[in-house]
């Protein structure tokens, strides 16, 4: 048996029972994510020694019928801007020291720690998670799993690359302004940026209120399992939300019927969206309202946000860089260096501007909620592109941004959105992974994750190891 290719759920399925222990379950995962590095490069580093020596712990602890937690030998992979105990966090940055203490978890490590987890790697990322594609100086270029001579998407690419091939099915990544969901979209799994809050955050994010914390998974049940771990609040992080009232796993059977679905195929007409991405993700749509949910085509009131989006993204990088002397600032990631410089000319009042902007898009969609349970739309308008490049070839577009229109507004509201496979863009495309997003107000993650179950649950969506 490949435990390669088993959900978490399976995995722990199968220890309670005996059938296969997490010795046997991370040894498999640690080779192929050996296996896996030179073509894709996931890895920032893996934790060969450490996993091991979890693992047997755990093993025992399973043997004894007492597991420590709900991931109890789970093999995991964190994304590298996320603190980990006893490992250095360079996160994707020639400019961050290798020395240092780095003795402390963040919250939502210490709590995979506690729960039993088993730390296979840090996962790679661009430059402090500054775009939507993954490669740095440091670390080099993260290639799709599907195609490597096409980008896995960002900035949490490493993980979404090792969660696809089998490198442990569960990985923490944090998003921004779609960096779960982009590269979760492009490598064809399940990605979940919660409401902002609902996970909590330390360090403090340089991009504020922007920037989520959240898991990627092979299905909708690891997901909800996994955030039942990492939620709840951490004294460290002010803004965290209070524990949620029950368990995410307890209302993912109760399928779609009855849900009120908007389907915004491109946002009003503003997205020009590939064809092979729309047909895809319109067959998802209808087996939603196939599987009882009330479905209408209609769009969210609003324009495309992007400027005030920039502003915020460009502040964000620039206070995140400032303390850098000349020499180290010229380390940086060329379109870095050129966001941080537009976020340094930022007045206040842009930023205010920016913040009323964001405000605004805010009560919008809390209106729109009041009519409808979710908002569905593509993730992404195309499919993976070339490798090492920001933006499509070709596209005229400059910055990343310009290819993720469905992704940041979302940020700005704080909403929990999540990225389902349904599908690829065939044989005409290369048969590239085809995302769809499943967007709720604030605070009902728990619905996001109960539709996309559903689509997993009737065998609709892209499932590949």
């Known amino acids: 048996m490949q435990l390669t290719d088993l959900t978490a759920v399976q995995l722990l399925d199968g220890y309670r029972k005996g059938e296969f222990s997490p010795v046997e379950a991370t040894a498999q995962v640690l080779e192929r994510a ?3 590095q030179p073509e894709v490069n996931a890895f920032a580093r893996l934790l060969e020694e450490e996993a091991a020596a979890r ?3 755990s093993e025992e602890r399973w043997r004894r019928g007492e597991p420590a937690g709900l991931l109890d030998g789970v093999p995991v992979t964190v994304k590298d801007l996320l603190p980990l105990r006893g490992h250095p966090t360079l996160r994707g940055s020639k400019t961050v020291p290798v020395q240092g203490r780095w003795d402390e978890d963040a919250p ?12 296979v790697g840090k996962t790679t990322t661009p430059e402090f998670g500054w775009k939507g594609v993954t490669d740095s100086a440091l670390s080099g270029i993260t290639r799709n799993p599907h195609d490597p001579s096409r980008t896995a998407g960002g900035s949490s690419g490493g993980s979404a690359a090792a969660v696809a091939l089998g490198a442990g099915p569960l990985s923490l990544g944090t998003d921004g302004g779609g960096s779960i969901r982009i590269p979760a979209a492009f490598c064809g799994i399940f990605g979940l940026k919660p409401t902002y809050g609902r996970v909590p955050l330390y360090p403090a994010s340089a991009f504020g209120s922007l920037s989520h914390v959240g898991p990627m998974t092979r299905d909708a049940a690891d997901a909800a399992l996994m955030l039942d771990v990492i939620s709840g609040p951490d004294p460290r992080d002010w803004s965290a939300l209070p524990p949620a009232p029950e368990s995410f796993r307890a209302g993912l059977d109760k399928g779609v019927r009855g849900l009120r679905v908007a389907y915004s195929p491109s946002l009003g007409g503003q997205v020009a969206v590939r064809p092979a991405v729309a047909a895809a993700v319109r067959q998802a749509v209808a087996a939603l309202a196939d599987l009882g949910a009330y479905v209408e085509e209609t769009d969210p009131d609003f324009s495309d946000p992007v400027a005030a989006f920039h502003t915020l993204w460009s502040a964000g990088a620039a206070r995140l860089t400032q303390h850098l002397p000349a020499h180290r600032r010229q380390l940086l990631d060329p379109g870095l ?3 941080c410089a537009r976020g340094s000319r930022s007045s206040a009042l842009d930023h205010l ?3 009323e902007v964001r405000a605004d898009l805010g009560r919008r969609m809390g209106r729109f909620h009041e009519r409808y349970d979710l908002l569905v739309t593509p993730t992404l308008p195309i499919t993976a592109f070339e490798a090492g490049e920001e933006v499509p070839a070709g596209s005229g577009l400059r910055r990343w941004t310009g290819w993720t229109p ?3 507004p979302f940020n700005m509201t704080r909403q929990p959105a999540a990225s389902v496979p349904v599908g690829t863009d065939g044989s005409d495309g290369g048969g590239l992974p085809v995302g769809l997003q499943i ?10 994750l109960r539709a996309a179950h559903a689509l997993y649950d009737a065998g609709l969506t ?3 190891s």
Do not use: K, N, P, Q
């Open 108 to 119: 939502s490590v210490a709590r995979l720690r506690e729960h039993g987890a088993v730390f």
């Open 55 to 57: 693992a047997r712990e």
């Open 462 to 464: 892209l499932h590949e």
């Open 406 to 408: 469905f992704t940041y």
């Open 353 to 355: 501007a920016a913040v």
């Open 439 to 448: 967007v709720a107000a604030r605070h009902r993650d728990d619905l996001v």
């Open 34 to 36: 050996r296996r896996i």
């Open 337 to 339: 260096r050129e966001m």
